[in-house]
């Protein structure tokens, strides 16, 4: 697939320019330098053609002792490294700055690449800011006279890349399994996927809060036919509220974080194996219980628990302890660190995925309910009994299931988990949410539940 990666010095408006040409708001923007840090990817469809669109973070060159922002330097990196796998490079300048020697800079060092190169004039608001472009013409590139706030001049700009882009060869790839890493600031899920990748693909700090946006990493184990591919999307730390500074950037981070979650065919929820869950991990949790995503838990740094005299079982039931709501949820202990347990964590994420998928024959699941229900009687309500007739299921990611019942009034929560339980216990369902539905039916044949399910 072709990329087209957005660079420039901080501050010029890429992240707007990247929003406006995705679409949607993808990216962080916020009036501020060095509000994007990692490389944000996004699959787009524009004119037709498909397209990798890469925004960076700002390029600064600041030598001078203690002005240059600590993340300066893997910024430089991360953006170099775009420049590098770009069918096309687009260079975002401010037209109301003109020219700096910053501007210079970037523009050289893109020219050395050897990529293609345009120059997006932007913050060109109004006609009689066109001419304040001019001046970029001498470093002989095309310029495009663009407003990414207003939208002024995109389309020039839309209809270059996509008609610069190499031929689009019909694909034959799957659609990748997007899986989101999330957790608490500082847990590891950046030096996780860096881990995964065995490259510095996004930037890892001691620093909590380093990763501000949800960042997309393409991810492709094996060749050809067999091959899995995926997108691993590295979200922002989920700060608890008392954590929150309440600025835009904070504010936004929260929102893409938790889109990704929406988003996701997988969920990882990143814990610290040397703290074990707590709150905030559990409020998470939360969110990927209320959003019905599959999920696996990664306890993260098992590293700094070896030897310690806890094994990864006591630590399992520990946990299970803690967040009974999450008992369907594999753990993998690992260390990003290490290595430990690494490659562990995509077999759990493809099981995950797989159970989610599960098709349950109507046949089997009757079976499994009746037996459940033989062996333990319902409670009686109002000297009334719940009946179970019938079971179906009618939808995956998440799973869900129909039961026809006599009086859905008459179900119990402790219930209705033991027969989940009884179900799960059939079909594995590792790691996927199951919903489970009552519908009030008389008894009636099989057949006539069959029709019924037809025609609603």
């Not at 950037?249 to 997988?266: G, M, Y």
């Not at 005299?309 to 260390?335: H, N, Q, W, Y």
């Not at 009994?385 to 009034?409: C, E, H, M, S, W």
């Not at 988990?417 to 590792?430: D, H, M, N």
């Amino acid at each position: 697939m072709a990329t087209v990666s957005i660079v420039g010095r901080p501050n010029v408006g890429k992240s707007a320019l990247f929003n406006r040409i995705a679409r949607e708001r993808i990216a962080i923007v916020f009036d501020q330098p060095g509000v994007t840090r990692d490389r944000v990817a996004r699959e787009v469809t524009v004119l037709g053609k498909r397209f990798m669109l890469v925004d960076t973070g700002g390029i600064a060159f600041d030598r001078t002792p203690g002005s240059e922002d600590p993340f300066a330097e893997e910024t430089r990196a991360q953006a170099a490294l775009a420049v590098g796998d770009s069918d096309l490079c687009v260079v975002v300048v401010d037209v109301k700055s003109g020219i700096t020697p910053l501007d210079e800079e970037v523009l050289k060092r893109v020219r050395e690449s050897g990529c293609p190169t345009v120059i997006a004039a932007n913050k060109c608001d109004r006609p009689e800011d066109d001419e304040k472009s001019d001046e970029f013409a001498r470093f002989g590139m095309k310029v495009f006279n663009v407003s990414a706030e207003h939208g002024r001049g995109m389309q020039s700009l839309v209809e270059h890349i996509v008609g610069a882009l190499p031929p689009q060869e019909e694909s034959t790839i799957a659609k990748p399994l997007r899986v989101a890493i999330v957790g608490r600031p500082n847990a590891g899920k950046s030096s996780y996927i860096n881990r995964l990748l065995n490259a510095e693909r996004v930037i890892v700090s001691d620093i909590p809060g380093t990763t501000r946006d949800a960042v997309d990493v393409p991810f492709t184990i094996g060749e050809g036919p067999t091959a899995r591919h995926y997108t691993l999307v590295d979200t922002a730390g989920m700060k608890s509220h008392t954590q929150m500074s309440k600025t835009s950037v904070d504010n936004f981070s929260l929102f893409r974080s938790e889109k990704a979650i929406e988003e996701a065919d997988v969920v990882l929820l990143t814990m610290e194996s040397e703290i074990g869950p707590t709150r905030q991990d559990m409020r998470i949790a939360g969110k990927i219980i209320d959003a019905q995503k599959a999920c696996a838990v990664l306890m993260n740094k098992w590293d700094l628990v070896v030897g310690k005299g806890m094994t990864e079982k006591e630590a399992t039931d520990a946990i299970r302890k803690m967040m009974p709501f999450l008992t369907f949820a594999p753990i993998v202990f690992c260390s990003a660190k290490s290595g430990y347990n690494i490659r562990r964590t995509v077999d759990a994420i493809d099981a995950v995925a797989s159970s989610v998928k599960t098709q349950m024959p109507t046949g089997v699941l009757n079976r499994t309910i009746e037996v459940a229900t033989k062996k333990t009687l319902a409670p009686m309500r109002n000297g009334r009994r719940l009946k179970v007739y019938y079971g179906l299921q009618v939808g995956t990611a998440p799973l869900t299931i129909r039961l026809f019942v006599n009086d859905p009034k008459l179900v119990t929560p402790a219930y209705k988990s033991y027969i989940e339980k009884a179900i799960r216990a059939r079909f594995g369902l590792e790691g996927a949410p199951l919903r489970i539905f009552m519908k009030a039916r008389s008894r009636k044949s099989v057949s006539e539940f069959r029709n019924d399910f037809k025609e609603s």
